[in-house]
């Protein structure tokens, strides 16, 4: 009966744990800036927050970006475009979640740091800017300001509905996934942590559920 209650007890403290490992980015957790003005800004005054949404749009390219640097991580979100008729615009559709920023890093567009890659027909691929590189198939990537690495397979949903990502990094190994398939991979990652930025680039985007859990 001891062992059983010891076991339940330990369960329960595992559970626990876990759950505290998980956490929910909140307004508060970010800041924002644009290309015309890379001074850090409160981020209700450049994107909208409502209804358990973040909502991207406007005339200026933009990041929102964490205060906190994070390492080993796996990082989940939903996002979808935003096809509004007074949002709409006639670009192709581009966007993109920024992770392993450096914390000296320059807030500017783009920053130093890893992107999973939100573009019509190529979501999914990594890019790798500002001199981060890795192995992707065992074939180190060359460093670059801009370093693409196309996905292994396409899984976008069709525009308007939401689409699930997850990333993961841990010790320089990073897995990206879409709508609960791999599609993409890399290790040796020369950028390991960092702050994490979601994207604005003329595209009227929506994300929610952005979930942050530790992982060893």
């Known amino acids: 009966m001891f062992q059983k209650l010891?076991?339940?007890?330990?369960?329960?403290?595992?559970?626990?744990?876990?759950?505290?490992?998980?956490?929910s980015l909140e307004t508060d957790d970010w800041y924002a800036f644009t290309k015309a003005n890379?001074?850090?800004?409160?981020?209700?005054?450049?994107?909208?927050?409502?209804?358990?949404?973040?909502?991207?749009?406007?005339?200026?390219?933009?990041?929102?970006?964490t205060k906190k640097s994070y390492k080993n991580f796996e990082l989940t979100l939903e996002y979808r475009w935003n096809l509004e008729e007074k949002y709409k615009t006639k670009s192709t559709k581009n966007s993109g979640v920024m992770y392993n920023i450096p914390l000296d890093a320059s807030d500017k567009i783009w920053p130093k740091g890893i992107q999973f890659q939100i573009k019509e027909n190529t979501t999914g691929d990594f890019i790798f800017l500002d001199q981060v590189t890795a192995k992707v198939?065992?074939?180190?990537?060359?460093?670059?300001?801009?370093?693409?690495?196309?996905?292994?397979?396409a899984n976008e949903n069709p525009y308007g509905e939401w689409n699930s990502v997850v990333i993961k990094s841990f010790n320089g190994k990073i897995t990206q996934y879409l709508n609960g398939k791999l599609v993409n991979e890399c290790t040796e990652a020369s950028s390991t942590e960092g702050k994490i930025s979601l994207n604005y680039e003329h595209s009227p985007i929506d994300f929610k559920n952005i979930k942050l859990k530790s992982i060893h």
């Open 38 to 65: 890379t001074a850090r800004q409160e981020p209700s005054k450049v994107y909208e927050f409502t209804d358990g949404m973040i909502r991207m749009y406007g005339e200026e390219n933009g990041c929102l970006m």
């Open 6 to 23: 010891a076991f339940v007890l330990l369960l329960v403290f595992i559970l626990n744990s876990c759950a505290v490992q998980q956490k």
């Open 137 to 153: 198939n065992g074939k180190s990537i060359e460093a670059g300001a801009s370093v693409v690495s196309a996905k292994f397979l």
